[in-house]
């Protein structure tokens, strides 16, 4: 079950265990190998979400970004195949994405076409953090899927409420109001009418390229051929 915002009116402290901080240092060091890999091959990454805060479970996942423009057998080329290729677009006016999946349920993200700069605070806005950053094993500031402000702390984390405090928190992680109220509207709204989904999954043959599949896509969809030409960009 996915977990629901929350209205928060007061701090709660969070101290981690022992398993809690084993399951952190291991899941940041595949993070390390797999943006070390992509470094050496000149390819720039970030972790984002529990990984970066540090609120992480046992079924976290590791959740790199690739922000900038890299053909995709670079990346390919540089981690290997994967287990799952897919190709993601969360409305029509968004930046195609792909997602490869790895082994270790790592999953590596990166854009088909230019990403605007709001779409990075998305990222920004679930905490993230450089492969420069993760090997100083800094934390930062995020929210997670229940509209809680994660405030890393030396025993584990303080959470803080969202709903209410959009621009205080907006301001404290270091980007624009816009993507609190956008987030905090998304979230609530899928509470209370179910899970809506996104507007565009396909999976990746074997025998094809991203680049390949989101070409046929922008010639048979025409919303998100529009949204191509609007950023002035192409496949």
Known sequence: MSKQPEHLN???RI???SSRWSTLQDLRRRALEVMGVLDKNGIKSFVYGSVARGDVSPTSDIDIIVPELVPSYRIELAVGPGIHREIVQATPSSVLKAHLHLENDVVISFPLFKMWSRELDFYRWGGLLSLKELYEDLRVLGVD??????EPTEDGHLEHGVIGREPQVARA????????????????RRSSIGRTGVFLTRTVPEDATFEELATRLRDSIPALRRTIERRGGHL
């Open 15 to 17: 101290i981690y265990d």
């Open 145 to 150: 899927k229940r509209l809680i402000l994660i």
């Open 10 to 12: 007061d701090s709660r």
């Open 173 to 188: 992680i270091g980007v624009s109001i816009d993507i609190a109220e956008e987030r905090v509207r998304v979230l609530t």
